[in-house]
């Protein structure tokens, strides 16, 4: 027989509401977040100022200008003393002064000359002839390659083991001690870099507004940053991405996962928001040539055949922004993939793209805004989160350095930028760069606290430490590979407080 009872346990879902019971809310940890102009306003490129006319020699030689004198300071101190089988170590000013039998040192730019770089010529030649070669993953062939050092007075090849053991890539500015061969070579002794720039104070979190430290534990404050979205039409990894929508607006999980959302002040996302075109796209559509033959039968109005663009993974895009920016302030910056200025800097994503999102971005005319906590911002892009000084970049130069030097540590490369103090050494020579004269914004004048790099295989971190080249004070600096979060499906937090790291992944089993 059958029994029932009507008695409810205390913790029980059935009970009934307590009138007088409440309930924690977490409420999102505040941050103030603000540009810095004296290291950013290099990457903006007003619309009506662009000129393509120049020469690109103009911004290696301003890279050199702005580079040699600190890498001559620095090195000096030590070089200019040194005295080798009895021989004092000279210091000569041009690549051309250099004297055979004399030990000496000079500061310019490496040039490398490897076997399967990209030649424009080779490319015109055999698309003419057939189909262009695939493009290699890696440019180097170390036994014909070879590394050169020039400046304004000309280049000499430079040999021996040590110019070897060193990571480098084409237009990165360092100094070199050898001795000059019977045969013009320049046989390297040791290498100096121009090391870290300057680096302001890391700022202690006050919880007091005269300034003083509060002995009450604070909660800590996060920095969210993703990449690689690429949101696509029919969009294969959605349930990762309406995770990640949830877990940003702390809807997602238990308290412990609500409390860690509400710490989150800001997101960042880095760079490849939208997936390129798929191969079968392109077959369906059939070649350039094919879609400008068609176009002009069609007698089309803008030169192209509209078929060949979705606005679905932008719409996909907005709808996520939209749906997330009510809760958390959020940057995005272009990536390769992304449709905007592909040359570096990349300029920010145009806010048309984006109808929904932008209501909560700054004001324009008379259309309102609600909160202020859309921004799209350039990439490379420097950011002062309550002091806390962050660099960035989308990830096309780290890309493109990893095919100029043997081996796959990303990391490696990431700090080898800051020690070079220069974002993008390879531009103009195979990274698309605007042609700067009067400048090179790519040169690294302050160490930051954090630098991240997106679209990367995998998250990685290291804390790195030295010393800055001009007072020689300690730095320190959180280096970050951000994963892409269409194939790993994670996010990385950094706490603003001690730069700790963390990733956060989000999967689907099913």
């Not at 100094?175 to 390297?188: K, L, Q, S, W």
Request: charged content about 25%; some cysteine.
């Amino acid at each position: 027989m059958a029994t029932t009872s009507s008695r409810v346990m205390p913790d029980s879902l059935l009970n009934k509401a307590k009138s007088e019971e409440t309930f924690d809310c977490p409420e999102r940890s505040l941050s103030t977040a603000r540009p810095i102009p004296e290291n950013s306003e290099h990457f903006n490129v007003a619309l009506g100022s662009r000129s393509y006319i120049n020469q690109y020699a103009g911004i290696y030689f301003m890279r050199l200008a702005e580079l040699k004198p600190s890498v001559v300071k620095s090195v000096s101190r030590s070089w200019n003393q040194a005295v080798i089988d009895g021989q004092s170590v000279i210091y000569v000013d041009k690549v051309l002064d250099i004297r055979e039998n004399t030990i000496c040192w000079v500061a310019g730019t490496i040039y490398k000359e490897l076997k399967y770089k990209p030649s424009m010529l080779e490319e015109v030649t055999r698309s003419h002839w057939g189909a262009p070669p695939p493009v290699p993953e890696k440019y180097i062939d170390p036994g014909t390659d070879e590394i050169s050092l020039e400046d304004e007075s000309g280049r000499v090849k430079l040999v021996g083991e040590k110019i070897k053991s060193v990571l480098l890539t084409t237009g990165c500015t360092i100094a070199v001690m050898g001795i000059e061969t019977p045969g013009g070579d320049f046989d390297v002794i040791d290498i100096r870099l121009p090391e870290f720039a300057i680096q302001k104070p890391f700022p202690l979190r006050t919880e007091n507004k005269d300034g003083r430290i509060s002995n009450k534990k604070a909660s800590p404050r996060y920095l969210a940053l993703v990449s690689g979205l690429e949101f696509t039409a029919d969009m294969p990894h959605a349930l990762s991405v309406d995770l990640l929508a949830e877990f940003l607006r702390g809807e997602l999980g238990g308290s412990n996962t609500s409390n860690l959302s509400s710490d989150i002040t800001r997101l960042i996302v880095a760079g490849n928001s939208i997936a390129s075109p798929s191969a079968e796209a392109f077959e369906e559509e059939g070649s350039v040539v094919d879609d400008l033959r068609k176009s002009a039968k069609l007698n089309s109005r803008y030169g192209h055949n509209a078929v060949t663009f979705d606005p679905k993974p932008l719409e996909h895009l907005d709808d996520f922004l939209a749906n997330i920016c009510f809760s958390i302030p959020v940057d995005i910056m272009p990536g390769e993939k992304d449709p905007g200025t592909i040359s570096l800097p990349q300029q920010p994503m145009h806010p048309i793209m984006f109808p929904k999102a932008r209501k909560y971005g700054t004001k324009r005319g008379e259309e309102p805004i609600l909160y202020e906590t859309f921004s799209s911002v350039t990439n490379p892009n420097w950011w002062d989160i309550d002091g806390v000084r962050i660099l960035g970049t989308s990830g096309q130069t780290i890309d493109d350095i990893f095919k100029y030097v043997e081996g796959d540590d990303r990391l490696a490369m990431i700090e080898s930028t800051l020690r070079w103090r220069h974002l993008a050494p390879t531009a103009p020579d195979t990274l698309n760069c605007y042609p700067f004269v009067e400048y090179d914004p790519f040169v690294i004048n302050e160490t930051p606290h954090v630098y991240f790099v997106g679209n990367q295989p995998r998250f990685e971190t290291r804390l790195v430490e030295g010393y800055d080249c001009i007072d020689e004070r300690p730095v320190k600096v959180r280096i970050i590979s951000v994963p892409k979060f269409c194939e790993t499906g994670e996010i990385v937090l950094v706490n603003l407080d001690n730069l700790e790291t963390e990733s956060v992944k989000f999967s689907i089993d099913l």
